[in-house]
Structure formats: structure tokens, C-alpha cells
């Protein structure tokens, strides 16, 4: 089935690389006018241009989610250029590198707002469009970090992201069943991703492996803690988002969605 998205206004947060890249490339096939939101904006623009390369429609819009004024700026700017909003996908998020009780409170405030109250903001300045378009859909990015730790022997081999990644991805949870309550009055649906070990830059530290030719420490991981072998993919994701994004899911709202090879399935 092609043009799933044809005539809607979609945002993609974080839309730069990885997982927003794969999504924004998506949106654009099926038909969707893409409005492309990072810090990054040399990033941003490559994908921009690889969109419009394809035959779709992107615009990137410079934004930091985790400054308010940015975001309504930015958001404003996105309903302007397209006449409206009725997509929006929360992909823009991160991780310190300290592990509790190690971590500062300046990284614990910062992945906290750049995860959670990052999309606070964006969904609250893009609730008011979606409104006026009748409905709409919201994808927030959670994490298998909301849902499963990890034993003494995992931190040992394979480390772990920070205390305030985990908490702020619980949050991304329980804020997506709040607004899809909310979003229930004006005929707009709010579900979650959360994503096992996706073969993205930012989760590799930008390669697959090691020089010496072993595995990397993020295949082992997943070889580990799969059910299905071998790497989850952003499009892995991206394809979800699209099925969330799509009237195909028109009765499913609250969601939160592990797409991870089968790890949730052995807790």
C-alpha cells in the first residue's frame, strides 16, 4: 500500500539521522510533507535534500526541544510553511554517560529535559493545530529502559545508560497514556515506540565494530538478550511509526509498542 500519508503535515523531531531520518525518508514516500526539526542543521539539511532527491517534500526547521521558545518558534514556523499540522513524531532525546550514583544533577537535568520535557513542549505547541486539523496522530519515543533494568552481571558486560535516561523514558510512558486520554475529546491518537538495539550511529558510537575485526559490545549485546538474531534496523522502527502514524491504526490509542527483536518477551 503506497501514499498512506498522502495530504498530511508531519513533524519529525530529531529527524537528522538515525531512527528520525528513517522516518522522515517514510513520511515523505507515502506521501507526507515533512518538516524535518534538530540542532544539527548541516545533518538536517542532508536529509532535507535526500528527501527532495526522492521526489518528496521535506523542510528542515533548526530546534532544540529543550528550549520552550525554540520549539514554539520552530512549531509555528512548521504550520506556516505547510498550512497546518497533523503528524507528529517525538523522536529528539539522548543519554549522559554516567551511571547512577555517579551522575551529576546538570546530566540528570539535561537528559530529563531533553527526553521528557522535550516532548512536553513540542507536543504542547502542536496540540493546537492538530485540533484545528480535526485529529491527528502523536508518536512519542520511549525505550526498553522504561520497562526492563538489568542484572549485576549485564552492567558488568555491557554497561548501562543513566538513572535519569531510565526515568525519563518511564515518563515519555505515562505521559503518552495521559494525552492519548486528553487526545481522545478531539479525535487525535497518542501511542509510544520503544525500541530494542537499533543499528543507528548514536547507539554505536558510529560503527558496527571494532578495528580489530571482534564485535562490537552492541552486538554482543543483542546476540545476548534477542529472540530474533541479528540487529534491529531504524527502519524497523520507521515502519511502525508509519502503521501509528496511519488511519490502518485508527482504533489504537494508549499504546506503548516494543519493537525489540523479542527482549521484553523473555523478562
Known sequence: MANRLDGKIAIVTGGNSGIGAS????????????????????????????IRDA????????????DEQSVAAAVNLAANTYGGIHLLFNNAGGAA???FPDESTDEWNRVITTNLTGTFFVSRAVWPHLIEAGGGAVINMSSLAAQRGFSPRMLEDFGATSSSYYAAKAGIDALTRYMAGVGGLH???????????????GATGGTSTDPDGGHHVFEEMFNYAQIVQGPGLPQDVSNLVLFLASEESRFI??????????????I
Open 23 to 50: 522516518t522522515a525518508h517514510t513520511f515523505a514516500r507515502e506521501g507526507a510533507k515533512v518538516v524535518i526539526m534538530a540542532r544539527r542543521e548541516e545533518q538536517g539539511r542532508t536529509v532535507e535534500q535526500s
Open 55 to 66: 521526489g518528496g517534500t521535506a523542510t528542515f526547521i533548526a530546534c532544540d526541544v529543550a
Open 97 to 99: 554517560g554516567s551511571t
Open 187 to 201: 479525535n487525535i491518537r497518542v501511542n509510544c515506540v520503544r525500541p530494542g538495539q537499533i543499528l543507528t550511529p
Open 253 to 266: 490509542s494508549g499504546e506503548i509498542i516494543n519493537v525489540d527483536g523479542g527482549v521484553a518477551a523473555k
